[in-house]
Nanobody
């Protein structure tokens, strides 16, 4: 059974930082691409960032480029999203997702986590 478990969310002031983690089990993590998505209240889920299985290729949404960094540690079966210079508009539930092949900003992922809440106060 595949599981993706996000952690690291919380409440932070604008300009602050958070680091989200996505712990994976039940799949050969090092062969899967990983992505982060987010969904704010009343809005559709949107792509944030993705990383290839090796970590050599990454994609970012324009809204987070230069502020967020995606990474992974295949030895720990864990992916990360470092979020700096947070803004109130970054407030959302953040989800990690995994799929077999890297496709950049595609939404077509096979496995999804339950999400972690990030709230940025002004």
């Amino acid at each position: 059974q595949v599981q993706l478990v996000e952690s690291g969310g919380g409440l932070v002031q604008a300009g602050g930082s958070l680091r989200l983690s996505c712990a994976a089990s039940g799949l050969s993590f090092s062969t899967y691409a990983l992505a982060w998505f987010r969904q704010a209240p009343g809005k559709e889920r949107e792509f944030v960032s993705a990383i290839s299985w090796s970590g050599s290729t990454t994609t970012y949404a324009d809204s987070v480029k230069g502020r967020f960094t995606i990474s992974r540690d295949n030895a720990k079966n864990t992916g990360y999203l470092q979020m700096n210079s947070l803004k109130p508009e970054d407030t959302a539930v953040y989800y990690c997702a995994a799929r077999r092949f890297y496709t950049g900003s595609s939404y077509d992922y096979d496995y999804w986590g339950q999400g972690t809440q990030v709230t940025v106060s002004s």
